[in-house]
């Protein structure tokens, strides 16, 4: 299966069918059977009543009404109001409380209850887990706690929330957050501490200062 979307130019799916010719490797031109069945089946998630099917309309609406005007942060709100989430939580990066701060300001101004939880939570030491004192950011010694993503999962899914937030979670430990967090999950903040929390700006940037980016495995992933 070779799926491509990244490289195309034609962006067939945003027309009516049939108004573009799609590329060769287009996944909506393809007769391979695994892939038709995968698109009729997640079709289907959006015309059964049910949690998808609310949450993909609810999320559709939320982009019509705040096109080009809301923050991402008014659109978790929206979103919030529109699938009845009024128990809200946050689970955080230690090093972003004072954004995950001013966030729990904002959503109980507006009336939502809200349950925040730190990555720290449970302050379990990475050598605990079987890493060597080399392997943390303290390599000469001293208390290096794990983030525990599943840690703080298991609290919100006991506090009972309806829509959980994530605010800067580790690449990695946000996979674990997502994995096991009962109620549906959303990216406020994707963590980045050399662009300031602002990802995409590796990318924008990759035609000067971040082309080593393609070298990065070839360098010893410098």
């Known amino acids: 299966m070779d799926l491509k979307c990244a490289k195309c130019k034609v962006k067939v799916c945003l027309g009516e069918p049939g108004s573009k010719s799609p590329p060769t490797y287009c996944a909506m031109a393809s007769d391979d059977e695994e892939i038709v069945k995968a698109l009729q089946e997640a079709a289907v998630h959006y015309i059964q009543e049910g949690v998808d099917r609310k949450i993909a309309m609810e999320a559709a609406r939320t982009e019509a009404a705040g096109y080009l005007r809301w923050p991402r942060v008014q659109e978790v709100m929206d979103f919030a109001w529109r699938i009845g989430a009024k128990h809200l939580g946050i689970a955080h990066c230690i090093g972003l409380i004072d954004e995950a701060r001013i966030l729990q300001k904002i959503l109980e101004a507006n009336d939502f209850q809200v349950s925040s ?22 390599p000469e010694g001293g208390f290096d706690p794990l983030c525990n993503p599943v840690g703080q999962a298991s609290l919100l899914n006991l506090a009972g929330t309806d ?8 690449v990695g430990h946000d996979s674990l957050f ?16 050399v662009t300031g929390h602002n990802p995409v700006a590796a990318l924008y940037t990759y035609n000067s200062y971040y082309q080593r980016l393609a070298r990065v495995k070839e360098d010893g992933r410098k």
Request: charged fraction near 15%; glycine fraction near 8%.
């Open 117 to 138: 939880i730190c990555c720290k939570v449970g302050s379990i030491p990475k050598t605990g887990i079987g890493l060597t004192q080399q392997e943390t950011l303290f």
């Open 178 to 193: 997502l994995k096991y967090s009962q109620a549906p999950a959303t990216v406020l903040v994707a963590k980045d501490r």
């Open 163 to 170: 829509l959980n937030i994530l605010v800067g979670l580790c």
